[in-house]
């Protein structure tokens, strides 16, 4: 099945998409989160080092991904999905838009940010392969992964393409509605999912539990909003280097009340 008939199988789903975008349209501005307490600017720094998804380049240099594009998000399930879910994922993808002002639209054409979310995963991957190997730049990449994760039984998965210049081109979410995860370990892969694919990643102990949907506190705190806020920055372009990335953070910081 080719890219036609992946338009077509989108729009066969597009009120379920539309039922979504009407979520996101509801929420409102002064959506409640707790009190974060504000890291300081040395901590920024740090944290912009170390969250911001830098890649090595053909020359062994650290380079800086992000989206250039719009980002066009998409679900894609054969079963009801809890709407307590859905509406956590419109909260989630309204903080991110907050924070960077990037644009994410909710649609059912050309989708590449898609969720794929089901109570039996690897048959729901496997029944999309068609779709889901769009996001690889071949089939043995797609194959590995998938082997990969079904054997070690991921729960809670994404992957990235980017482009040679290290713009973030697409991003592929899977998450597992297995009657045996909370709502709340399904929403926290959502958020961890989301966060990541815009650019900035989750570290340590909370990405290997969150990896396989194990219990779990994540959200998007203060200092993430203020990484992902830094990182979409105009000053700020995808293979910059991490030095020149850092530098122009610096700045950004220096010159902020």
């Known amino acids: 099945m080719g890219a036609r008939d992946w338009r077509t199988s989108w729009m066969e789903k597009k009120p379920f998409i539309v039922a979504i975008g009407a979520l ?7 959506y409640a989160t707790a009190e974060d307490q504000v890291p300081t600017k040395e901590q920024i720094m740090s944290d912009f080092a170390e969250d911001v998804l830098f890649r090595i380049g053909h020359e062994k240099t650290r380079t800086l991904a992000k989206w250039e594009t719009p980002v ?3 679900i894609l399930s054969d079963e009801g999905i809890n709407p307590n879910i859905l509406s956590k994922t419109a909260e989630y993808i309204d903080v ?5 002002g990037h644009q994410i639209i909710f649609t059912s054409k050309n989708v590449n940010f898609l969720a794929i979310m089901s109570s039996d995963i690897y048959v729901e991957l496997s029944k999309r392969e068609n779709i889901v190997q769009q996001f690889f730049t071949d089939g043995v990449s797609y194959k590995d992964f998938f082997e990969e994760s079904k054997s070690r039984n991921y729960t809670c998965g994404g992957k990235i393409l980017m482009s040679k210049q290290n713009s973030i081109l697409a991003h592929l979410i899977f998450v597992s509605l297995a009657h045996d995860h909370t709502d709340e370990q399904v929403e926290a892969c959502i958020a961890f999912q989301l966060v990541e694919g815009m650019g900035v990643v989750m570290r340590g102990e909370n990405r290997k539990k969150n990896w396989n949907l194990a219990p779990a506190d994540i959200s998007i705190s203060a200092e ?3 990484i992902l806020n830094l990182l979409y920055k105009s000053s700020i372009k995808a293979g910059m280097s991490e030095g020149d990335a850092l530098k122009e953070v610096s700045r950004l910081l220096h010159d902020a009340p």
């Open 96 to 100: 991110i838009q907050k924070a960077t």
């Open 72 to 74: 066009r998000f998409g």
């Open 224 to 226: 993430k909003k203020i």
């Open 24 to 30: 996101f349209a509801c929420i409102c501005a002064s």
